[in-house]
């Protein structure tokens, strides 16, 4: 069974880097065609993908972010670490991590329960 | 302002089917498969579809998906009260980046 869950801090400042752990079990990131997304969610808003870290270490991020962002893996802890700079209360939101493979053509077919990031001075 | 659009509800009573849009461009729904998910507020979204008409196990045939050209459709037969939720189709663009649809809130009357 495949699981994932979100941590980080609840509350940043603006201007500081958010870093977001997202520890998942029944897969692991050195399998062969399997990937962790990072979505979020603003209040009230669409969910926005923003990055995704493939077996591989292939590295895809969200257009309008990707200056901002950086994921990474660590397959000996089944761990993959979404950091985003320079927050700003914009990007107040509940941040998902998600499963993806080619079972599913890539579409995320498992997702954490969201953890709420809130940025305010 | 997302890439795909989708309406921002429909709504229709108990029993009933109702139908969800998604559109896009070539660049994206014209040349990817899509998926679709439901959101309850507070909870983990959950997928529904996958390669525009692929139901994951679990998911009751009372929801089917379609597509044509660059835009998708969700119907959901046999409403029931329990399918309220906001709704997502979802896809990868040509830049290698995955988008997602403005959402949908189905409201069952």
């Known amino acids: 069974q495949i699981t994932l869950k979100e941590s980080g801090p609840t509350l940043v400042k603006p201007t500081q880097t958010l870093t977001l752990t997202c520890t998942f079990s029944?897969?692991?990131?050195?399998?062969?065609?399997?990937?962790v997304g990072w979505i979020r969610q603003p209040p009230g808003k669409a969910l926005e993908w923003l990055a995704l870290?493939?077996?591989?270490?292939?590295?895809r991020y969200s257009p309008s972010l990707k200056s901002r962002l950086a994921i990474t893996k660590d397959t000996s802890k089944n761990q993959a670490v979404l950091t985003m700079t320079n927050m700003d209360p914009m990007d107040t939101a509940t941040y998902y991590c998600?499963?993806?493979?080619?079972?599913?053509?890539?579409?995320?077919?498992?997702w954490g329960q969201g953890t709420l990031v809130t940025v305010s001075s | 302002q997302s890439v795909l659009t989708q309406p921002p509800s429909v709504s229709a009573a108990p029993g009933q089917k109702v139908t969800i849009s998604c559109s896009g461009s070539?660049?994206?729904?014209?040349?990817?498969?899509v998926s679709w998910y439901q959101h309850l507020p507070g909870t983990a979204p959950k997928l529904l579809m996958y390669?525009?008409?692929k139901r994951p196990s679990g998911i009751p045939d009372r929801f089917s998906g379609s597509k044509s050209g660059t835009s998708v459709t969700l119907a959901i037969t046999g409403l029931q009260t329990g399918d309220e939720a906001d709704y997502y189709c979802?896809?990868?663009?040509?830049?290698?980046?995955?988008?997602f649809g403005g959402g949908t809130k189905l409201t069952v009357l």
């Open positions: 998600a499963h993806s493979s080619t079972v599913t053509t890539w579409a995320f077919d498992y």
């Open positions: 029944g897969f692991s990131l050195s399998m062969s065609a399997v990937g």
């Open positions: 870290i493939y077996w591989d270490n292939d590295k």
């Open positions: 070539s660049s994206n729904i014209g040349s990817n498969y």
């Open positions: 390669e525009n008409n």
């Open positions: 979802g896809t990868w663009d040509s830049s290698l980046s995955a988008v």
